[in-house]
């Protein structure tokens, strides 16, 4: 794992057999009749295949006082994680270039303030082959990488002193102007400081 953020969450289901055979009735689902999975078992869903199954999943952990409705819940939650499984791409099972881990580890300890150049020159190697190699292995640009840092950072420096101005918090995070940060904020978390309560 390259990263994880504040708000990391893993969801885990174990079903049993008798369960996944009553549910797994269609051509599609049979692989998971299986006693053993054929094949690499991870896949890279996509954003919105994602964010589906996150809301899913929490929609489900909500049903805690109506046994009904989370069983029926677990079937199609079972069915829904296998589609998405079978439609996403692969992730091949192999290590980070070292250039690309030590570019991760340069930002995620602050050094996000550098230029792409620089950063290419400190990971040892060319600025176009980290560009390309960096959203490859991990899934999300180098851009993408250190706005979710600072993001990170704020939130932490947020937590330790609540009561510290926006502004300071956000510069001191790596963002260069409130702007900045206001923009990089929605983008991430989905609603503006304001809405998100700071």
Known sequence: ????????????????????????????ARPLLQRELQGEACRRLVRQELERSEQLFQELAATDCDPGLKNAGLGYALLHAWKCFEQAAAVPAQALHPAVERAAKIIRSGGDGYSLQELARQAGISTSRLSRLFPQQTGTTIVEFRNRQRVQRFQQERERNP??????????????????????????????????GL
């Open 1 to 28: 794992m390259i990263e994880q953020t504040a708000d990391f969450a893993m969801w885990i289901a174990v079903f049993r057999r008798r369960a996944v055979k009553r549910w797994a009735v269609d051509r599609a």
């Open 163 to 196: 009561h510290r101005n926006l502004l300071d918090a956000a510069l001191d995070a790596g963002f260069g102007s409130y702007a900045q940060f206001h923009r990089v904020f929605r983008e991430m978390v989905g609603c503006s400081p304001k809405e998100y």
